[in-house]
């Protein structure tokens, strides 16, 4: 299976290139759960997909918030729609206008090409708030293609920090004899495996600092309701998706 073998190598290539970066992630959401802030996701459209893999989710963090507006994620219909939203100027801006998001809080914005409009107003609003702002993008991709907007930055030259999924340009991953266009998306995969080794490496600092990181069990594990309760009783009111 030729997707599977230039898959597994990626993966590497995102190992070999990444780790330090990954590490400074790790550490700066450590520190934002241990002093009690939230880590917030974003991502329009397919880029959304790695905002539901990481909150409520067994074997995931806790203080996860999920940014999900309408419009922008993939039950629009028409799913066209959502192109269109993710490239219209001021659309991210009045979205962070609404949303909680405050100093000393982590945002990951996940955008494979990092040029529309949206995730950047999005980032540029929750940095202007004083939150830490990881970009999770194809930085390659990225310089191959101009800022939607004129005047307005790519997201890797805005965040604070970049993690660089290594996503070829177009993202399609298998290139196939006789077909011009490459088949196989491969940003989801490895954002998801970055995201989730960085996941991995939070609980394990908060465990040597605090002794009690703030994960979830599964709930189809039994006992796992109930270890579950106390994590959502305490962060109740700040988890926007309860």
């Not at 780790?19 to 934002?32: G, K, L, P, Y």
């Not at 009690?36 to 974003?42: A, I, M, R, T």
């Not at 004129?150 to 993690?163: C, I, N, Y």
């Not at 270890?227 to 988890?239: D, S």
Request: hydrophobic share 45%; glycine share 8%.
């Amino acid at each position: 299976m030729r997707y599977l073998e230039e898959i597994i190598a990626l993966l590497q290539e995102v190992q070999d290139t990444q780790r330090d970066a990954m590490e400074q992630a790790s550490q700066v959401i450590a520190d934002a759960i241990e002093a009690d802030h939230l880590v917030y996701v974003f991502g329009a459209t397919h880029a959304g997909i790695l905002a539901q893999e990481l909150f409520y989710r067994a074997g995931g963090l806790v203080p996860v918030n999920p940014v999900l507006p309408p419009g922008l994620v993939t039950d629009v219909r028409p799913a066209t729609l959502t192109s269109r939203l993710e490239r219209m100027a001021g659309l991210g801006t009045e979205i962070v206008a609404e949303s909680p998001i405050e100093a000393g809080d982590v945002l990951i914005v996940h955008s494979v090409s990092g040029r529309n409009a949206a995730a950047v107003e999005f980032a540029l609003g929750a940095q202007k708030r004083g939150a830490y702002v990881i970009a999770l993008t194809s930085v390659g991709y990225s310089r191959s293609v101009k800022a939607r907007q004129e005047g307005m930055p790519r997201l890797f030259e805005m965040a604070d920090l970049v993690l660089d999924n290594r996503a070829p340009i177009g993202d399609a991953l298998v290139a196939l004899p006789g077909l011009a266009q490459r088949v196989g998306p491969s940003s989801t995969v490895t954002g998801a495996a970055i995201l989730n080794a960085i996941v991995v490496r939070v609980a394990e600092l908060l465990l040597q600092r605090t002794g009690d990181p703030p994960i979830f069990m599964s709930a189809n594990l039994d006992g796992g309701d109930t270890f579950n309760q106390r994590w959502l009783a305490y962060y109740r009111g700040r988890l926007t998706y309860l």
